[in-house]
């Protein structure tokens, strides 16, 4: 199993900003999920290997996903944070085509970094 890593977290206020950065090459799909304190990790984002996006509704309008294959290198751009963002955020990877929003659809997954958000 590979591991990936991410980079990029950390704390902001609320109206904030923050990039995550995973290190990644290969992959036909590649998501984003978060896990916030005491619930269940669920899917925020996916690319597929034609660039194609899709999002949850919570941060559709201020997350943006993006690779950079020359860096091998996958993006989560997170704009005007709200403290419900707050959570553990992985990035996944599939050697399957077909983009899931579920975790049984990535095979391959980061360590998690912490983003906090305060009021």
């Known amino acids: 199993q590979v591991q990936l890593v991410e980079s990029g977290g950390g704390s902001v206020q609320a109206g904030g900003s923050l990039r995550l950065s995973c290190s990644a090459s290969?992959?036909?799909?590649m998501g984003w999920f978060r896990q916030a304190p005491g619930k269940q990790r669920e899917w925020v984002s996916y690319?597929?290997?034609?660039?194609?996006?899709r999002y949850t509704d919570s941060v559709k309008g201020r997350f943006t996903i993006s690779k950079d294959n020359a860096k091998n290198t996958l993006y989560l751009q997170m704009n005007n944070l709200k403290p419900e963002d707050t959570g553990m955020y992985y990035c996944?990877?599939?050697?399957?085509?077909?983009?899931?929003?579920?975790?049984?659809?990535?095979?391959?997954w980061g360590q998690g970094a912490q983003v906090t958000v305060s009021s």
């Open positions: 690319i597929s290997a034609d660039g194609d996006t």
């Open positions: 996944a990877g599939s050697w399957v085509r077909y983009c899931y929003r579920t975790e049984q659809g990535y095979t391959d």
């Open positions: 290969g992959y036909s799909c």
